[in-house]
């Protein structure tokens, strides 16, 4: 596996692969890699010739210093586990690298009305970022395909939208959340947990799974009642929304006859700890 540190030599990477036709799957992260993240580099080794992962902690799309601050970085274990996945190459730069005349962004992106609820409410900014530094990867690496975990639901609809504004040709690919065995949805973000908090945190998944039994013979208000209430019940637990929405638009329903396609998104606080989580009705 090749590691690439700078904008030069991913081009002349990417111009090679591009010179012998291959195609190019591409998977961005963040870094803080887990099973979720092989899942998605799995997929992109098994669909394309080529597949680059980008290790990149982007401070554009932080809206809380601190969030930033702490965000956990474990760069040699995360190219140990992209290795052994059969990924060609890493590109790991440094913020000067990707950012070279600064993070101020020349360019507002037409995101449409997905990036403005739920994240894009409770983050002001932080879709302005990830479509800045997602754009600028694309840019990049040129792939064919990209490829995105559904436990960022929200985020994919908004990267759809912005690939749809800016003319970019690549495929997006959303990939299937990836759950621990007691439910908790994969992410980096649970290494910041402690001990008590890791054990309580399948009660998010507990409540929304079962939220599904009971939204066939409850109203929408009275399910998002009861997952509000159940999780709010768990000690340290803090629901900041939970939306239930149609998954396109994904604009609130208040009927379940509303739409074909109806998913419950969910931020919730374990402490500090912001987690989110997502589940489908319908
Ligand atoms: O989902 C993430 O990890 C990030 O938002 C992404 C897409 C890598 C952009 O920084």
């Not at 969030?67 to 190459?89: C, H, I, K, N, W």
């Not at 962004?105 to 997602?134: I, T």
Request: one cysteine or more.
């Amino acid at each position: 596996m090749q590691i690439i540190r700078s904008v030069g030599e991913l081009t002349d990477y990417v111009a090679m692969q591009k010179n012998h036709h291959h195609a190019i799957g591409f998977v961005p992260t963040m870094g803080a890699l887990h099973a979720g993240h092989i899942s998605l580099v799995e997929r992109a080794v098994r669909d394309n010739e080529v597949t680059i992962v980008s290790v990149f902690v982007n401070p554009t799309q932080f809206n809380n210093p601190s969030d930033l601050a702490t965000y956990p970085r474990q760069e040699e274990e995360d190219f140990r586990m992209l290795a052994e996945a059969g990924v060609s190459a890493v590109f790991a730069p440094t913020v000067s690298e990707m950012y070279p005349s600064g993070t101020a962004r020349e360019h507002e992106y037409d995101l449409g009305s997905a990036a403005e609820v739920m994240e894009g409410k409770y983050r002001p900014g932080h879709f302005q970022g990830v479509a800045q530094v997602v754009h600028r990867l694309f840019e990049l690496v040129r792939p064919d395909r990209a490829y995105f975990g559904e436990k960022d639901f929200q985020q994919i609809a908004v990267i759809r939208n912005m690939v749809e504004s800016e003319h970019v040709d690549v495929e997006i690919i959303a990939c299937p959340i990836r759950r621990g065995a007691d439910g908790l949805a994969l992410s980096s973000r649970n290494a910041l947990l402690s001990e008590e908090q890791r054990r309580r945190a399948p009660g998010i998944y507990a409540a929304l799974s079962e939220s599904v039994e009971y939204a066939r013979t409850h109203t929408v208000r009275q399910t998002h009642e009861m997952v509000v209430e159940r999780i709010n019940a768990i000690p340290e637990m803090r629901v900041e929304y939970y939306e239930i929405v149609d998954g396109r638009t994904l604009m609130p329903v208040e009927e379940w006859s509303e739409s074909d396609f109806v998913v419950g998104c969910i931020t919730v606080y374990n402490g500090e700890v912001r987690l989110i989580d997502n589940i489908r009705y319908k």
